[in-house]
């Protein structure tokens, strides 16, 4: 099969937010040709593309035109597109452009989409197939969001979900199949009307690289990880720091906390001040900051898709200690999942307390957590999954 696949970010590096599709184009590569068309960003770099070229029989980045910074402007924006359902942007545009001269040029056989800016090329590919990754419960995120921001940053979130509610309802419209990283997600997102194109389609973990290398959990030390830019990642950031680790250091003052991943927040930059608090930046090996931890502990109070913060702290076998709206992302069925689920900031100061004193007593690493990640989340079995949806999607011959 001639697969088109385009997304909404480029899939490489793997610290991007695209690893999913970096591991699905990967797999599928060995079974059908495929052609892909990303948006990139500011950080992305031509050789950025020397990373999945090996995968694909064409790479198109598609530069993003007129992104701003300015919240002015972002508000602006959201009201045009909520008001007035005017999505058109330069990046929408040059999308849409490189979709239709692909789709001239080459007979395809299968559209896979993901990312809600790829909204804008579904009137180039009608005639095709077509897969769409909703992947995460976006609406579920902002409306989770709600309780923990301004009232200026309320009135944004609002406006974002009657774009994000409408963009969801357009192409779930449109897919033949919907692929969801989770069951929690698919039954946020979809009504009766779709659910039978629902496909659900797990996150995976490379087993093979986020193992150990050394024998002993670390002491003294809790660690957070993820895309600092991300809000919900910030904010979990920011609970450790202001209202979860003075707790734990009125009983266990030489604790460390390193929060660990890339583009930190101005705001969690300042709040760092305690010198126990080790805020890195961009790494370029996550696995050795998450060996020198006692526990992993990620107070998401809001968020949607699959934790994969969380699935590489299992399969670095850390006992983790995270909220019940990150657990769920992790759930598979009735399965129990080796994590400690905390409510409040004095539960997940007293849950890393005992955690910390427990690794005093026993340094072993938790290989339980491992075992449900190997056997509940692999990129083989996405990928299997993924291809029977296109096999089943394709133009009949």
Known sequence: MRVLYITGGFPYPLTSGYLRHYHLIRGLSSRHDIDLVSIVGRSFQME?????????????????????????????????????????????????????RLVAETSYDAVVLSGRETEAVLAEIREIPLVVDLCDATASRLIGSLPHSSPLRRAMIRLELIRVRRIESELAAAGRHLLFASVRDRDLVLDGAHASKAVVVPN???????????????????????AMNY??????????????????????????LSIVGREPTAALIRAASDLRVTVTGFVSDMRPHLESGAAFV????????????LLEAMAMEMPIITSAVAAAGVTVDEHPVPVVVARDAPGFAAETIAAVRAVRKDPTPRAEARRYVARQFTWDAAVETLDRVLVRTAVPG
Do not use: C
């Open 231 to 256: 809000r919900p990642n910030e904010d979990a950031a920011l609970y450790l720091i202001r209202e979860i680790m003075p707790r734990v250091w009125a009983s266990e003052p030489t604790t460390q």
């Open 48 to 100: 950025h593309v020397e990373g999945i070229r090996p995968f694909v029989k064409r790479v198109e980045p598609v530069r993003a035109v007129g992104r701003s910074r300015s919240r002015a402007v972002k508000a602006a924006r959201r009201v045009t597109d909520a008001v007035l359902h005017a999505g058109s942007t330069g990046t929408s545009r040059a999308l849409a452009q490189s979709a239709r």
């Open 204 to 226: 995976g973990v490379d087993i093979e690289f986020w193992q150990r290398r050394q024998p002993r959990l670390g002491e003294e030390r809790v660690v957070f990880s993820g």
């Open 298 to 309: 990620a107070p998401l109070r809001f968020g949607a898709g699959i934790q994969n913060k």
